[in-house]
C-alpha cells in the first residue's frame, strides 16, 4: 500500500490551497487520485500557481473562500467535486457536484472520507482519509469560534495543517477589546470581511455585549440563513443569539458595517471605501497591497479577529492527532527548529510525502 502527498500550491506562504493525495493499495491496482481543495489566487494579478493533475477520481472542497475554491472554475466539469450543502451555492455552477456532510463519514472510491467542522466559515469542514495510518487535512480551521463548531478528527499518522498565523499566540478575545476601542470614532466603522465567515459572528459578538447598531451587507450570511443550516453547522450558545437578533435591511448609517468582499476589491465593501468622509476602514482579515498602504498611512486600522489557529491550537490539535508528520500550511515558516520546538519534532518542511505500508494478510 502506497501513499503520496504532494502540496501543489500551499506551502512556503499565505496562498492557493491545492494538495494531490495518491493512494495505490496494491502494485497490481489503480491509483486512485484525489485533489484536496482547489484554491485560487489571493491578490490581483497573481496567478494560483497550480494546475489540474491529471486522472483526478474527485475534489474536495473545505470551504467557500477564495484561496481554497477561486480555482475551481478552470476546473474539467466532468471530475466529482464534493462541497457540504451550505458552501455548493457559492461555488461555480459547471461543476459535477456531490454532497459532503458538515460532520459525518461518507466513501468516495471506495475510501472512507471523514469530515467534521473546522470553525472556521459557515459549511467548513475538515477532510480525514481513512489510507494508510490516515491521513487529516484541516482546511482552514479555528477552536476559538463561538460561531462556528470545531469537531476533535480522528487520529491521523499524517497532518496537513492551517498554520495562517504562523506560531502567534494572542487571543480572539484580546483582539474583541481592541476593536471596542474603535467605537469611539467620528466615522462609521466600514468591516470588509468574509461573507461567509467571520462577519455574522461580528455581529452576533456585538449583539451578545449590547451594541446594536451594526449592520450587515446584502452579500453576507444572514441569521435566517445560519439558522436553516444543518444543526451542526452553528454553535448552540450562538444560536440563542442568532434567533434575537431582528435583522434589518443593510444601512450605510450604521456604526459599524460589516460587508464583503474581505479584500474591499469589490462589492459593497468597495463602493464605500470611496467615501472616506464617512468611512473609516477596519480589516480584520488578510490584507491585500490597498490596505497594507492604508493602514501604513493611518487611513484605516487592523486587528486581527482569529480564524485561524493560534500556536497552542497547532499544538492541542497535533497532540491529539498523534501524527508522525505533520505540514503546517499557508505560512513562510522560515525556521524549522524553532517550530519543532514549538510544535514538537512531527513538524516537517517538506512538499512531497511518500509512504509505504504493508498489507497484512
Avoid at 119 to 140: A, C, E, K, P, T
Avoid at 205 to 210: A, D, N, P, Q
Amino acid at each position: 500500500m502506497k501513499v503520496s502527498i504532494d502540496i501543489l500550491s500551499g506551502a512556503g506562504r499565505k496562498t492557493a490551497a491545492a494538495i494531490l493525495v495518491t493512494y495505490q493499495a496494491s502494485l497490481e491496482s489503480q491509483k486512485i487520485r484525489f485533489l484536496l481543495d482547489a484554491g485560487g489566487a489571493l491578490e490581483v494579478g497573481e496567478v494560483k500557481g497550480w494546475t489540474q493533475p491529471d486522472n483526478l477520481d474527485a475534489i474536495f472542497i473545505s470551504h467557500d473562500h477564495e484561496d481554497h475554491m477561486g480555482g475551481l472554475k478552470d476546473i474539467d466539469g466532468n471530475v466529482p467535486v464534493y462541497a457540504t450543502a451550505p458552501v455548493q451555492p457559492w461555488l461555480p455552477k459547471h461543476l459535477n457536484m456531490h454532497e459532503l456532510p458538515v460532520s459525518g463519514t461518507i466513501s468516495v472510491c471506495g475510501i472512507e472520507i471523514t469530515t467534521g467542522s473546522a470553525g472556521h466559515s459557515f459549511g467548513g469542514v475538515w477532510l480525514h482519509l481513512n489510507i494508510g495510518n490516515g491521513v487529516f487535512y484541516s482546511g482552514d480551521f479555528s477552536l476559538e469560534s463561538t460561531l462556528y463548531p470545531f469537531t476533535m478528527p480522528p487520529k491521523a499518522s499524517v497532518s496537513l495543517l492551517d498554520a495562517s498565523y504562523g506560531l502567534y499566540d494572542h487571543s480572539l478575545e484580546q483582539g474583541k477589546q481592541s476593536l471596542l476601542t474603535f467605537l469611539n470614532e467620528d466615522k462609521s466603522l466600514l468591516m470588509p470581511v468574509p461573507q461567509t465567515g467571520r462577519a455574522l459572528e461580528i455581529a452576533c459578538w456585538l449583539t451578545s455585549i449590547g451594541i446594536e447598531d451594526w449592520t450587515l451587507g446584502s452579500d453576507c450570511l444572514s441569521p435566517e440563513m445560519a439558522l436553516a443550516a444543518p444543526v451542526d453547522s452553528i454553535c448552540e450558545g450562538a444560536r440563542l443569539i442568532l434567533k434575537d437578533i431582528k435583522h434589518q435591511p443593510f444601512n450605510p448609517n450604521a456604526k459599524v458595517i460589516l460587508c464583503g468582499d474581505p479584500d474591499g476589491m469589490s462589492g459593497i465593501a468597495a463602493e464605500l471605501l470611496l467615501q472616506p468622509e464617512y468611512y473609516l476602514p477596519v480589516y480584520t482579515g488578510h490584507l491585500p497591497e490597498h490596505a497594507r498602504e492604508a493602514v501604513s498611512e493611518d487611513k484605516a486600522y487592523f486587528v486581527r479577529w482569529n480564524v485561524h489557529p493560534r500556536k497552542q491550537d497547532l499544538k492541542r490539535l497535533i497532540d491529539h492527532l498523534e501524527c508522525d508528520t505533520c505540514c503546517p500550511l499557508f505560512n513562510g515558516m522560515k525556521d524549522l527548529q524553532e517550530w519543532r520546538a514549538a510544535l514538537g519534532p512531527s513538524i516537517t518542511s517538506q512538499t512531497y510525502i511518500e509512504q509505504t505500508y504493508e498489507i497484512n494478510p
